[in-house]
């Protein structure tokens, strides 16, 4: 019971997140980013592999942006960051 309550704050979390200013948002996003990876597999651990899925997508969809930056800045890219 408490994973499910820790991945309802995360959202939570990152709902708020995501209304902030966009230079404002960069620490608290980078946090959730890397919590995100060890909660999903919590839950596939915890309640199954077809839910950890879903969440993995519902991350993906969430952080499409900086996942995009971080995978041009992987293959050697310099994007533009927004003023």
């Known amino acids: 019971m408490t994973l499910v309550w820790l991945s ?3 959202v939570f979390a990152a709902v708020t997140v995501a209304m ?5 948002q960069y620490l608290p996003g980078v946090m959730l980013l890397i919590a995100a990876p060890a909660l999903i597999i919590a839950i596939g651990m915890t309640y199954s592999w077809a ?8 991350f993906l ?3 499409r942006n900086p996942l995009r930056y971080l995978w041009a800045r ?8 927004p003023k």
């Open 8 to 10: 309802i704050l995360w």
């Open 20 to 24: 902030l200013p966009l230079r404002s």
């Open 51 to 58: 839910l950890a899925m879903l969440a993995l997508l519902a």
């Open 61 to 63: 969809s969430m952080f």
């Open 74 to 81: 992987l293959r050697g890219r310099k994007p533009e960051l």
